[in-house]
Protein backbone atom coordinates (compact mmCIF):
# COMPACT_ATOMS: atom_id res chain seq x y z
CA UNK A 1 0.00 0.00 0.00
CA UNK A 2 1.25 3.64 -0.61
CA UNK A 3 1.35 6.05 1.85
CA UNK A 4 -2.15 7.61 0.86
CA UNK A 5 -3.94 4.15 1.88
CA UNK A 6 -2.73 4.25 5.20
CA UNK A 7 -3.84 7.77 5.63
CA UNK A 8 -6.84 7.17 4.23
CA UNK A 9 -7.61 4.04 6.93
CA UNK A 10 -6.24 5.87 9.66
CA UNK A 11 -8.49 8.77 8.64
CA UNK A 12 -11.39 6.75 8.95
CA UNK A 13 -10.72 5.37 11.88
CA UNK A 14 -10.05 8.87 13.66
CA UNK A 15 -13.40 9.48 12.23
CA UNK A 16 -15.29 7.19 13.67
CA UNK A 17 -13.19 7.68 17.14
CA UNK A 18 -14.77 10.93 17.10
CA UNK A 19 -18.32 10.22 16.23
CA UNK A 20 -17.78 7.88 19.51
CA UNK A 21 -16.96 10.18 21.36
CA UNK A 22 -20.32 12.67 21.04
CA UNK A 23 -21.99 9.01 21.62
CA UNK A 24 -19.87 8.72 25.07
CA UNK A 25 -20.41 12.46 25.99
CA UNK A 26 -24.51 11.64 25.36
CA UNK A 27 -24.75 8.45 27.59
CA UNK A 28 -22.47 9.41 30.06
CA UNK A 29 -25.31 9.63 32.98
CA UNK A 30 -27.90 7.92 31.35
CA UNK A 31 -26.66 4.73 29.99
CA UNK A 32 -23.83 3.18 31.99
CA UNK A 33 -23.10 0.43 29.87
CA UNK A 34 -23.21 2.42 26.67
CA UNK A 35 -20.72 4.90 28.17
CA UNK A 36 -19.06 1.83 28.83
CA UNK A 37 -18.58 1.06 26.12
CA UNK A 38 -17.89 3.59 24.08
CA UNK A 39 -14.61 4.19 26.17
CA UNK A 40 -13.66 0.42 25.47
CA UNK A 41 -14.62 0.67 21.45
CA UNK A 42 -12.24 4.17 21.47
CA UNK A 43 -9.26 2.95 22.99
CA UNK A 44 -9.10 -0.26 20.81
CA UNK A 45 -9.99 2.64 17.92
CA UNK A 46 -6.72 4.46 19.56
CA UNK A 47 -4.65 1.32 19.54
CA UNK A 48 -5.48 0.72 16.13
CA UNK A 49 -4.27 3.72 14.82
CA UNK A 50 -1.27 3.30 16.57
CA UNK A 51 -0.59 0.00 15.20
CA UNK A 52 -1.18 1.51 11.51
CA UNK A 53 1.35 4.37 12.14
CA UNK A 54 3.64 1.54 13.17
CA UNK A 55 2.85 -0.59 9.74
CA UNK A 56 2.94 2.53 7.90
CA UNK A 57 6.17 3.01 9.05
CA UNK A 58 7.48 -0.60 7.94
CA UNK A 59 6.26 -0.35 4.81
CA UNK A 60 7.58 2.57 4.00
CA UNK A 61 11.03 0.79 5.10
CA UNK A 62 10.17 -2.01 2.67
CA UNK A 63 9.60 -4.16 5.59
CA UNK A 64 6.17 -5.17 4.22
CA UNK A 65 5.69 -7.02 0.95
Given at each position: MDAKD???MADMIAQ?????FKIQSDH???DTEVYL???LTR????LALENI???ARWDN????K
Open positions: WAKIRNRLEYVKTIEYLADRLSGLL
